[in-house]
């Protein structure tokens, strides 16, 4: 009798919406699981019948299922058994495959054919399978309404795949498939998780960051290369800005009253990024504002700030409280990174009484104090870039060739620091 081999099944449901765009998605997320899976032993991945096929030299284990169901696109993955199309060798892989969940009651096995050089009728299928897995559980109950565990028989052309457990994965859309987006991205909370929803709906993330330097320490710099170090099993970031911005708050700190700076440096940043999104031919800008989270995240300054944007300026956690984003933190392993508070470009010149329902003609009196238009010239001059190389359909612009800094090597995440 052939072997069984353990491979990865991986489920897409939303794709399948898709109609005719359908064959686009499934070749982005083909591409993207290649890629997220580069280091491991993977020998294909390919389409097959309604699912993709992921399969490694020797078998599939859990570590791999992990990988991609951090992709986004993938709705559910399962570590599946391969046999040969033989009675006895698909009966025994069922019964591995049950054995393998625990805390059950009850079961039924589903059977699917999509080859139809099978004869055996689905229905049959099921009886035997059925019977052989009574036999060997003889404890457990067939429900075939609502069953604990349902057994998936699947028979394709040449083999049979089996399993009863699947691991829901994040869901989403694959990156690339939704263009590309600049990211405002601090240490904090908020943007990380920001980020990472608009890469799970397919956009690719280009982030910047503002940093206090040379009026702070590069911390801040240092916490947002490990937030999008910790991303990178979404493959959704392409490559981190950073903008020293310090000096420049300096000035903005000198000319402004005290009230209006957040929203002028907001403002400035806001122009920064719409320029490089200019550049990076990014279509929309996107901040991990929370409605009225803090003072500055009032309607009228989220107005005061967005009136420089000329491009879409995405908000995903509008609506978001904060027990949630931090849930969300520690799902996408970045809340370690930002529990450590760092002075960055936000912490500088702050005031004490800072502003919370702008009024549009004082801001303009404030924007018009200073040469802006310099400063934002200036700012995305001196831009300097890390390359993430997570995002296999990211294309950088060319535009920055030439002054491409290193910024620095990978440094221990907290949590390697903790053990
Ligand atoms: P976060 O948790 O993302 O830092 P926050 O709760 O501190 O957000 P704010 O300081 O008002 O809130 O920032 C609002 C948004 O502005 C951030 O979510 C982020 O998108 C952007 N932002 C703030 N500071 C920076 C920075 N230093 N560099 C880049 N973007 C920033
Ligand atoms: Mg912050």
Known sequence: MATTKRVCLVHYHEIGLKGKNRGFFENQLVMNLKFALKDTPVTTVRRISGYLLVTFRGDATKAEANLIAQVPGVARVSVAHECPREEDAYCQAAIDALGEAQDFKTFKVHAHKSSTDYEMHTLDINRLVGSKLCEAFPD?????????????????????????????????????????????????????????????????CVPIHFSGRPLTSDT?????????????????????????????????????????????????????????????????????????????????NIAAVDEIAT????????????????????????????????????????????ETHAKMDQVHEAWDSFDHDGMIDDLIDNIEYIDADQCVSYRPPKQFREHHVELAPARAMPSDQNE
């Open 140 to 204: 457990k109950k067939v429900d075939v309404h609502h069953p604990d565990v349902t057994v998936h028989v699947n028979v394709v052309q040449g083999v049979v795949f089996v399993y009863a457990l699947s691991e829901r994965a994040v869901g989403g859309l694959p990156v690339g498939t939704a263009g590309k987006v600049v990211t405002l991205l601090s240490s904090g909370f908020d943007s990380p998780v920001a980020t990472w929803k608009v890469g799970r709906r397919g956009a690719i």
């Open 220 to 300: 801040s710099e240092w916490l947002t290369q490990d937030i999008v170090r910790a991303l990178a099993p979404a493959g959704m970031i392409g490559r981190l800005y950073v903008v020293a911005f310090g000096a420049r708050q300096r000035e903005i700190s000198l000319k402004v009253d005290q009230k209006l700076r957040i929203i002028t440096y907001r403002r400035v940043m806001f122009a920064v990024a719409q320029r490089l999104a200019k550049i990076e031919g990014a279509k929309a800008l996107v901040t991990g504002e929370s409605l009225g989270q803090v003072a500055s995240q009032t309607l009228e």
């Open 311 to 354: 491009i879409p300026v995405l908000r995903p956690l509008i609506g978001s409280d904060k027990q949630e984003i931090i849930e969300r933190s520690r799902q996408i392993n970045t809340y370690d990174i930002s529990s450590t508070t760092v002075p960055d470009c936000c912490t500088l010149f702050m005031p004490r009484r800072p």
